[in-house]
């Protein structure tokens, strides 16, 4: 009987130290999780922070051709009046010059 109850004894001890190794095993594992978490953490907020810089370059940007398209509306228009004049004075000239030939 006394063989009996050392033989249990012996094997509770081995699962007892087979329970403890899976312990220690399962806490490492958890410390490698966590560092795994906290380096997809700052991933994220590097990730979120480029964004945000993306997202603020598109709003310069979009200003940027906001300010363009403007300018090209206004030297589109110049554009037309000087065609407008260049036209009337070269109407005016050759109004002037076959006037002028008339007068001969």
Do not use: P, W
């Not at 594992?29 to 945000?52: I, T, W």
């Not at 009337?88 to 030939?101: N, P, Q, R």
Request: proline letters at 0%.
């Amino acid at each position: 009987m006394a063989t009996k109850l050392q033989d249990s004894l012996v094997r509770k001890i081995q699962e007892n130290r087979e329970l403890k190794d899976t312990i220690k095993d399962l806490h490492s594992q958890a410390d490698k999780d966590k560092a795994f978490l906290r380096q997809v953490q700052d991933e994220s907020n590097n990730l979120e922070l480029a964004l945000k810089k993306c997202i603020h370059s598109k709003a310069e940007l979009n200003n940027k051709i906001e300010q363009l398209t403007d300018d090209l509306n206004k030297y589109t228009e110049l554009y037309a009046r000087a065609t407008l004049v260049v036209t009337a004075l070269g109407e005016a000239v050759y109004f002037l010059t076959k006037e002028s030939s008339r007068g001969k």
